[in-house]
């Protein structure tokens, strides 16, 4: 399975990722940036994250939206929900009719809980590392640099970052291990970047 990657924004200083159920900071050109890189494939959260989102941007648009809970009766239209087992990893990747889109990257979307739990088997780590010192209680795990090697940065004044609240760069970690190269230029074209 090669093609499961993490896409996160996370503070560059305290590894916070989120507050009190929301984002501690805001960056529309950041949530823009989110959409170009994960439409088409699938988002994988947990239940909080799924919740957290507004209510009129749920399911997100053009991407397969699953979602992870423990209760057996949670449910919302347009969402493929998984329990707590052990196999929940191929349950999501074998599971018959498929949540996952086998022929484009599945990306995980947090929050701390499913990181933690998927980082090992990702493929590519897109990570918004937002600059300043921020607060907050759900946290990003460390990025075994051992495993991760960066392939790509950039830094937010390449965007329109006019309404963001903090700058940040871009940073993209591939696999040490994987045999294939990062094509930079179809990444920059996807985020507009010249
Ligand atoms: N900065 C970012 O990029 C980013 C991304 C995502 C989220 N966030 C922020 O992070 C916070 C939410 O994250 P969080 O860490 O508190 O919660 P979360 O991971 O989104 O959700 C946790 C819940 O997911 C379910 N869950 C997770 N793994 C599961 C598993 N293996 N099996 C069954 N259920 C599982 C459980 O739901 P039940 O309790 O229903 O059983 C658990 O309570 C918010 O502040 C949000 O804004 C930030």
Redesign the pocket.
Known sequence: MNNLSL????CDQTNA????????WDLPSDLKNFKRITEGGSVI??????E?IPKKFRPLRNRTNI?????QE?EEDGVFV????SH?LSQILWSSPPAIVRDKENFV???????R?FIGECEHLYV?NVLGYIE???H?PLIDEDKFKKVFFCNSYEFDNSKDSHPYQLIVYKRRKSIDKFNTESFKRKLKIV
Not at 7 to 10: C, D, E, G, L, S
Not at 17 to 24: A, V
Not at 45 to 50: A, F, I, L, S
Not at 67 to 71: G, K, P, R, Y
Request: net charge negative; charged share 25%; hydrophobic share 35%.
């Open positions: 896409i996160v924004a996370k990722i989120g507050k009190d159920g929301t984002l501690p959260m947990g239940r909080k994250t799924y957290s979602v992870l809970t423990s209760n949670w998984y329990h707590d087992d929940l979307i947090g929050g701390e809980r499913v990181y739990d918004t907050g209680d759900a990003f």
